[in-house]
């Protein structure tokens, strides 16, 4: 276990050992704990009750922030024709075709979200060595595979954000910035529970979400009543 510094210990101290807090606690606390000097992330970690290994049971989608995000996403629209300009018009910061999938397999990944349309997809699963390493392939289940690019796009740049078990069964997802009033950070944690609850596969019984964890950038995790969260998700 790396050593922690002085600062680090004395935001530590502000945590109760193995207090679960309710979730407007927890919020508060995420904000006293920040180290950072500059406008650090609120991260949230959901550790599921699933087998990562199995395919169905892997848990993936979307989920509208309230809040916003905090910071500017961008957004890359590979398409064909007119529904190039319609991405551009949109607000897409790169819009293109086979030139833009070009210049991605030389090794461009400069942005944040990959939006394809159906179209074009034989084309996108070339890039699978270069996008799917960094998390950025376009997935239907993530909505990112559309003829309706104008609005995902607008999805997108308005706090739409993706979530997904890594290895481990643990979903990590960003809520925002420290700087946030607390009502933000709530309501964008309400909305990724109930988001995540709802995506419970159908082989999954009894308990789902296993333990929830709030932490500031470089700061102590905290500790969230999972199950007073769900009740507010609800």
Request: proline share 2%; net charge positive.
């Given at each position: 276990m790396p050593k922690r510094g002085k600062k680090y210990l004395e935001k530590a101290k502000l945590v109760e050992p193995g207090k679960k807090y309710l979730p407007s606690e927890a919020v508060s606390m995420v904000k006293k704990t920040s180290l950072t000097k500059f406008d650090g992330t609120v991260n949230l970690s959901i550790k599921l009750d699933i087998d990562p290994?199995?395919?169905?049971?892997?848990?993936?989608?979307?989920?509208?922030?309230?809040?916003?995000?905090?910071?500017?996403?961008?957004?890359?629209?590979?398409?064909?024709?007119?529904?190039?300009?319609?991405?551009?018009?949109?607000?897409?910061?790169?819009?293109?075709g086979e030139d833009l999938i070009e210049k991605i397999s030389k090794g461009w990944t400069d942005f944040d979200v990959t939006i394809a349309t159906p179209d074009i997809m034989s084309a996108v699963g070339k890039l699978g060595k270069v996008l799917g390493q960094k998390g950025l392939m376009p997935n239907p289940k993530t909505g990112t595979v559309t003829f309706d690019v104008g609005k995902v796009v607008k999805e997108f740049k308005a706090g739409k954000t993706e979530y997904k078990t890594d290895k481990t069964g643990v979903i990590h997802v960003p809520l925002g910035k420290i700087s946030f009033g607390e009502d933000k950070i709530a309501s964008n944690l309400s909305s990724v529970i109930g988001a995540v609850s709802r995506a419970k596969p159908s082989g999954i019984k009894g308990t789902f979400i296993k333990s929830v964890t709030l932490s500031a950038t470089m700061g102590p995790a905290i500790k969230v009543d999972a199950s007073k969260l769900l009740g507010q998700a609800e």
């Open positions: 290994k199995r395919s169905d049971q892997q848990v993936r989608g979307t989920v509208n922030l309230p809040g916003g995000t905090g910071k500017k996403t961008r957004v890359v629209v590979i398409a064909k024709g007119e529904k190039i300009k319609e991405a551009e018009n949109a607000g897409a910061d790169f819009a293109g």
